[in-house]
């Protein structure tokens, strides 16, 4: 074989190579994103009205992936909140969901970390969960924030689970099936509380409809909190809605204890060009009979959008107890929080902010 052979020979080897090489494995990408969210904001809890410059949850934070061996793909996020405003109020890092896991377009994703439970995360197709600032009521009707009070045996369903494992199906039939595991890593003789829960989520395009149950194991040292969603979402040209419901209960060992919630969200969203008007209606049923802790809230909205990046908003919410609800907002960093709200007290927030997406 001639010299200029043999160097065409290494040259279509090496060609070769690299060619199988890029089929295998996709080059890794790693994306920087956020959002700040800061506001202005004239809030009473009841009994005094302050004007406070408020931060909605904040954050960032950087994700990758990287494929290889077919349609399979390695995946991570590390994404953490932060307080432009009052930068002690900055949260730990990796406090939000922060992962490490792999894809698959065929199988389904797998995930370990700190990340959403599927009950949290069920949303109707995005039309649920809308209104910024403190107009925002899923926390606090449907995952029972308002219901809550200190030292009760009544708590919220709100889970960023951490030490959680993570199955995200495909989608198929337009469903997307989640489901989680949590072990109890404080696990003790008397106490053993590993959490479990799952959602099934049909979404067309137009409509929506999902379902999720979560469920914290009983001790007989301590109650649990089980709870089930369901979700109903809509989108029609410039008009989009919801309507959510919830069940909580905290399967206390002793029947006396026991204490269950049953709770309704309702949302409107209509865009305008670059505003949109938002509207909710939540309420919150009594914990156990003639416990007078049953809440509504109540919120408008209107957003402009300067570009799609940055968002001009302003908005009122309200909440009204019971004479003995403590419902608070859960909106903001540093808004009062439980049992700062008397009892029998109603909240109101007027909120101007700004929100930078990147």
């Not at 994103?33 to 934070?61: C, F, H, P």
């Not at 909190?225 to 410039?238: P, R, V, Y």
């Not at 939540?282 to 509504?296: C, I, P, R, V």
């Amino acid at each position: 074989m001639t010299m200029t052979a043999q160097k065409t020979a290494m040259a279509l080897a090496t060609g070769l190579l690299l060619a199988s090489s890029a089929i295998a494995q996709t080059a890794p990408t790693v994306t920087l994103y956020g959002r700040i969210d800061l506001g202005l904001e004239s809030v009473n809890d009841g009994t005094l009205t302050k004007t406070m410059l408020q931060n909605y949850a904040s954050r960032i934070g950087f994700k990758g992936e990287r494929g290889f061996s077919g349609d399979l793909a390695g995946v991570f996020q590390v994404e953490t909140g932060v307080a432009p405003d009052d930068t002690s109020q900055s949260k730990a890092f990796a406090n939000r969901n922060s992962f490490v896991g792999l894809k698959s377009k065929s199988m389904g994703t797998f995930l370990v970390g700190t990340y959403d439970s599927p009950l949290k995360s069920l949303d109707a197709g995005g039309y649920a969960g809308t209104l910024y600032g403190e107009g925002e009521a899923m926390e606090v009707i449907i995952h029972g924030k308002g219901t809550r009070t200190a030292g009760s045996n009544f708590d919220n369903v709100h889970t960023r689970q951490t030490n959680n494992l993570v199955y995200l199906s495909p989608k198929f039939a337009d469903m997307v099936v989640k489901a989680s595991y949590a072990p109890d890593e404080g696990q003790t003789a008397t106490t053993n509380q590993p959490l479990y829960a799952a959602s099934l989520e049909w979404n067309n395009g137009t409509y929506n409809a999902g379902i999720a149950t979560q469920s914290k194991a009983v001790s007989t040292a301590a109650f649990g909190m089980t709870a089930t969603k369901f979700s109903l979402g809509a989108k029609m040209d410039a008009l989009s809605g919801a309507i959510v419901f919830s069940t909580l209960e905290n399967q206390a060992p002793i029947a006396t204890n026991v204490r269950k919630t049953t709770n309704t969200l309702f949302v409107v969203n209509y865009v305008d060009g670059a505003m949109t008007y938002k509207f909710n209606y939540g309420m919150s049923g009594e914990s156990a009979s003639n416990a007078a802790d049953d809440l509504t809230m109540m919120a408008l909205e209107a957003a402009y959008a300067l570009d799609k990046q940055t968002i001009l908003y302003g908005g009122y919410a309200q909440i009204t107890n019971n004479t003995k609800a403590r419902g608070t907002f859960v909106g903001a960093d540093n808004f009062p929080s439980i049992p700062a709200t008397a009892a029998g007290s109603d909240p109101t927030a007027i909120t101007f902010g700004l929100r930078y997406n990147f």
